[in-house]
């Protein structure tokens, strides 16, 4: 089975930082990869589909990039909202998985 | 637009069956190409899939799960429901539900989530 690993674990940034969230697949998925906020009490909400796309909505400080085995998640200016714990997750013909997940913390 | 709401039992003693059901409304679950899943958060921890259903009615379940996990749908409903069987304390989490589509016309992600249920095995 493909597993998912973050890196860092915790982060902590203080606002207007630039942050980079890694994801690592143990197997090449191409391009099948997403990237969730979640904020603690709340279910997650999707930010980046296939690895680049940015859902519509999602402000433009949040880019994603990669395909196959390693993955980035950005996020240019942090603002006071941005403060959640973000995963991501890769979909294929007999799964989901998702990664272990990364928390952004105020500095 | 779509919204989903879990509804069952918040509290299951060890050994019983897990049940839960997901109400999809402002949408049929039959239409489209969605898949339906669910997806759980022990407290303090990452989120886990346990399985999920096409409008078809095919499912798939995680590996670790596969024995004890079975989704069902029932369309005159517009539900979703999950089981669970042979519950442990390791089973406490926040269960979610969640539709997913595919943005980019190839792989699906879930863009709507109910708004969680807790469920405490326990007895």
């Known amino acids: 089975a493909i597993q998912l690993t973050q890196s860092p674990s915790s982060l902590s940034a203080s606002v207007g930082d630039s942050v980079t969230i890694t994801c690592r697949s143990s197997q090449d998925i191409n391009s099948a990869l997403a990237w969730y906020q979640q904020k603690p009490g709340r279910a997650p909400t999707l930010l980046i589909y296939d690895a680049s796309s940015l859902k519509s909505g999602v402000p433009l400080r949040f880019s994603g990039s990669g395909s196959g085995t390693d993955f980035t998640l950005t996020i240019s200016s942090l603002q006071p909202e941005d403060f959640a714990t973000y995963s991501c997750?890769?979909?294929?013909?007999?799964?989901?998985?998702f990664g272990q997940g990364t928390k952004v913390e105020i500095k | 637009q779509v919204q989903l709401q879990e509804s069952g039992p918040g509290l299951v003693k060890p050994s019983q069956t897990l049940s839960l059901t997901c109400t999809v409304s402002n949408g049929s679950i039959s239409s489209g190409n969605y898949y339906w899943g669910w997806i759980r958060q022990p407290a303090g921890k990452g989120l886990e899939w346990l399985g999920r259903?096409?409008?078809?009615?095919?499912?798939e379940y995680h590996p670790s799960l596969k024995s004890r996990v079975t989704i069902s749908v029932d369309t005159s409903k517009n539900q979703f429901s999950l089981e669970l069987s042979s519950v442990t304390a390791a089973d406490t989490a926040v269960y979610y539900c969640?539709?997913?589509?595919?943005?980019?016309?190839?792989?699906?992600?879930?863009?709507?989530w109910g708004k969680g249920t807790t469920v405490t095995v326990s007895s």
């Open positions: 969640a539709r997913a589509r595919r943005p980019g016309g190839y792989y699906y992600y879930m863009d709507v």
């Open positions: 997750q890769h979909f294929n013909s007999y799964q989901w998985t």
């Open positions: 259903i096409y409008v078809t009615g095919s499912t």
